[in-house]
């Protein structure tokens, strides 16, 4: 059991580039959702999914963009990066009334 | 939409002496989780709460759930240095058991 797995664990980008995060799970999770903590900060909420094909944004959605074709995967997109989506991106899985597990993070640079 | 508050926002204290993070939320919670996340680490689940008023105990560490499950606290008796990190607490409310909605954290510091 892996847990859940992300993809890279850094990345500088330059401004204007666009990449995509990878997150997997094998514990067969249906819930799914995307963090981004800041030096010094709490977990601020950008997209999450209650299953495949299902996805809602969080409190800071802006920027960002995902999907959710099968129960492992859940990626996140950036199509424009932005220095100020210079921060550290973990990707989480749970069920119904259980803790979350979280990836290790993916620290990303935009410069 | 939900908030929940943390206080304090950093804690330092001496090797032994105790340590208390209290949670507050803007809503009535269904459960609440505490997490700790280590320099440079993931955050890491501790503890769920699902009752009023709970008392649950992990060694050193007592999480208490409040009577109106609006709040909740985490206390650390006789601090170690392996108890260094950042300790936040999440909820669920408003009859979701997927929102998962995270406190900002307490950065806890232990001086050897």
């Known amino acids: 059991n892996a847990g859940v797995t992300q993809t890279p664990k850094f990345r500088i980008l330059k401004i204007g580039q666009s990449m995509t995060l990878q997150c997997t799970q094998d514990?067969?999770?249906?819930?799914m959702y995307w963090y981004r903590q800041d030096p010094g900060m709490g977990l601020k909420l950008i997209y999450y999914?209650?299953?495949?094909?299902?996805?809602d944004k969080g409190e800071v959605p802006n920027g960002y963009n995902v999907s959710r074709s099968t129960t492992e995967d859940f990626p996140l997109r950036l199509e424009l990066a932005a220095p100020s989506q210079t921060s550290v991106y973990f990707c989480a899985s749970k069920d119904r009334d259980t803790e979350a597990f979280f990836g290790q993070g993916t620290r990303l640079t935009v410069v | 939409g939900q908030q929940v508050m943390q206080i304090p926002q950093y804690q330092h204290v001496q090797e032994g002496e105790d340590f208390t993070t209290y949670c507050n939320s803007s809503t009535t919670l269904s459960n609440i989780q505490w997490y700790k996340q280590r320099p440079g680490g993931h955050p890491v689940f501790l503890i769920q709460?699902?009752?009023?008023?709970e008392v649950k105990k992990q060694k050193r560490l007592t999480f208490q759930f409040g009577e109106a499950k609006k709040n909740s606290s985490l206390h650390i008796t006789a601090t170690q240095t392996t108890d260094v990190g950042t300790y936040f607490c999440a909820g669920h409310s408003g009859g979701s058991n997927y929102k998962l909605t995270f406190g900002k954290g307490t950065l806890l510091t232990v001086n050897p």
């Open positions: 999914s209650v299953g495949a094909g299902i996805t």
């Open positions: 514990m067969n999770h249906n819930y």
């Open positions: 709460l699902v009752k009023s008023g």
